[in-house]
């Protein structure tokens, strides 16, 4: 028997390199031996879990010898009347990126094109890859989606085109006119996902509802997760929502009880908690107001966001660093924030907003590492 399995992967596979996630806190004090270590790398929710749901994680813990609920009945009918969709057009994943692969999955084989933005979500151009499909990645325009290129990309061949809102890793941000206008001249048999997972972060009156839009572009998809602004990043919760037919199609490939028992009670418990999401918005707003301040001061060029992490040029320094460079320095000082030399900017690093002395343990480690004045 051949011991060369590589070789007996798919073709896509074979080239595909795992995903990196953000460094673990324990991983570092392994390494390093430094204990107070502040991570701001994975853009996790710093405000802690909610109150309401740690009492219904309680009460929850008695029934996990039994399996969760496999359609997530309950979180999908609260999903249902809070966006004034029908249940059938709700699907469930773990955490959102499930939802992207589902979705590549149904649409997309080896003879189609998949298309999405230079510096886009990493997870894009790995679905695609391990399906063996074609990518067609849009030079960005000012870090973010040139929409007005990526519609004149399309092709006979294209069959579906991620689009992520607010944009990770850059927090670039699409306007409601710019993506329907988009949308207007995608044809009907493209699906087009729009990535939201940092909505609640976006600016209250620049958000829109582009759920409400699947009953004019039938090949829409919405995502979103409970991971970010709702804090349920260790629970892994997402969803989806479209067209009834297309939400059937993803219901017969996702795995069954693909969100477990906590996740969906959490999440259930946690639509309800509009003060927890309230005061995570209003966290993160002061936290941007502080490291976009900080930035300027300094002379740091940073790209506008609206999510909640900042992408910043630390080679806009005088010390002239590169972003691995000075990533490497900073877990030195007991901080971790995101390398994006994978993503195309090899100058930059991506920082998630924490708690006030969260930020201002990372600004304390970047004025050391850069010399800052």
Partial sequence: MSDNFLSLANTGVQKLHPYQAGKPTDELERELGITNIVKLASNENPLGLSETV?????KELTELTRYPDANGFYLKQALANKYSVNINQVTLGNGSNDLLE????????SSSEVMFAEHA??????VTQAIGAKAIVVKAKDYGHDLEAMAAAITD???LIFIANPNNPTGTFLEQDEIKQFLA????????????????????DRRGNA???????????????????????GLRVGYSISHPDIADLLNRVRQPFNCNALALKAAETILKDEQYLADSVALNNAGMADLCAFFTEHKLEYIPSMGNFITV????SCDKKTGDEVYQALLHE????????????PQHLRVSIGTESENQRFKQALTSVLNLQ
């Fill in 185 to 204: 001249k995608v044809p009907s048999h493209v699906i087009v996902v729009l990535d939201e997972a940092y909505f609640e972060y976006a600016a209250t």
């Fill in 102 to 109: 589902i979705i590549a999955r149904v649409f997309v084989d």
């Fill in 54 to 58: 740690k009492a219904a994680l309680q």
């Fill in 211 to 233: 759920i409400a839009w699947i009953s004019e572009f039938s090949n829409l998809i919405v995502s979103r997760t409970f991971s970010k602004a709702y804090g349920l990043a």
């Fill in 313 to 316: 040029n630390v080679s806009s």
């Fill in 334 to 345: 007991g901080v971790i924030v995101r390398p994006i030399t994978g993503y195309g900017l």
């Fill in 121 to 126: 979500f990493v997870v894009y151009p790995i």
């Fill in 157 to 159: 061949n294209t069959k």
